[in-house]
């Protein structure tokens, strides 16, 4: 009965550094979507996946993030060559994939690019 | 697009007061609505939603969401607030075939004892 886990909690970058960033979601749980929430700000759509079907990625701010699950398992969010304005807390969420099924947060990755 | 405005930034207030968390959103048809809350040091986690029937839904720890249609909106609401409800609260909602929520940009309440 483990919740959505995400690693690292923490990760401090250099500018220009690539970071990598993984979520597993609950087991059984189809849909996993990725969120960004800057300081003070409210939570920013990146990407969704439901099953094998193409996933959504209509939120993903620019071609340096990018993300891959594989199957109903673990996925990854990668931001290369991070900028300042990546600064931010990064959430996974999980859910059983249908319109009206909840979302299961982990606790987020807050990335610190200095 | 859809899209979700909170518009208390910050609320504060004392033990027993009542609390109203404002909440629109603009999207004609159908929604799924949802409050979600964050305490302090915890992860996001669901409050109440709402998705059809009585507009008037219950969540956990006392709390109550009216969903009006005619207002696009879905307030929060609790009759006596305790110290720990201090948290930020979070309105979204899931539009048309949309599988996405949409967040609003949250509202801290803080409550003193």
């Known amino acids: 009965g483990a919740g959505v886990s995400q690693s690292p909690s923490n990760k401090v970058t250099e500018k220009g550094k690539d970071v990598e960033l993984r979520c597993d979601p609950i087991s059984g749980h189809t849909a996993l979507y990725w969120y960004r929430q800057r300081l003070g700000q409210g939570l920013e759509f990146l990407i969704y996946f439901q099953g094998n079907s193409a996933p959504d990625k209509s939120g993903l701010p620019s071609d340096r993030f990018s993300a891959e699950r594989t199957g109903e398992s673990v996925s990854t969010l990668t931001i290369q060559r991070t900028q300042q304005e990546d600064s931010a807390v990064y959430l996974c969420?999980?859910?059983?994939?249908?319109?009206?099924?909840?979302?299961?947060f982990g606790n987020g990755t807050r990335l610190t690019v200095t | 697009a859809q899209s979700v405005s909170q518009h208390n930034h910050h609320v504060i207030l004392s033990e027993a007061a009542s609390l109203e968390l404002g909440c629109n959103y603009s999207y004609g048809g159908t929604v799924n609505l949802f409050w979600y809350v964050q305490y302090p040091g915890q992860h996001l986690q669901l409050l109440l939603k709402y998705f059809s029937g009585d507009p008037l839904v219950k969540g956990i720890k006392g709390f109550e969401a009216e969903f009006i249609k005619s207002k696009f909106s879905f307030n929060l609401r609790k009759p006596s607030v305790q110290w720990s409800d201090t948290a930020e609260y979070f309105c979204a909602v899931n539009a048309g075939s949309a599988r996405q929520l949409t967040f609003g940009s949250g509202t801290q309440l803080t409550v003193l004892p």
């Open positions: 969420a999980s859910s059983l994939g249908s319109g009206n099924s909840p979302l299961h």
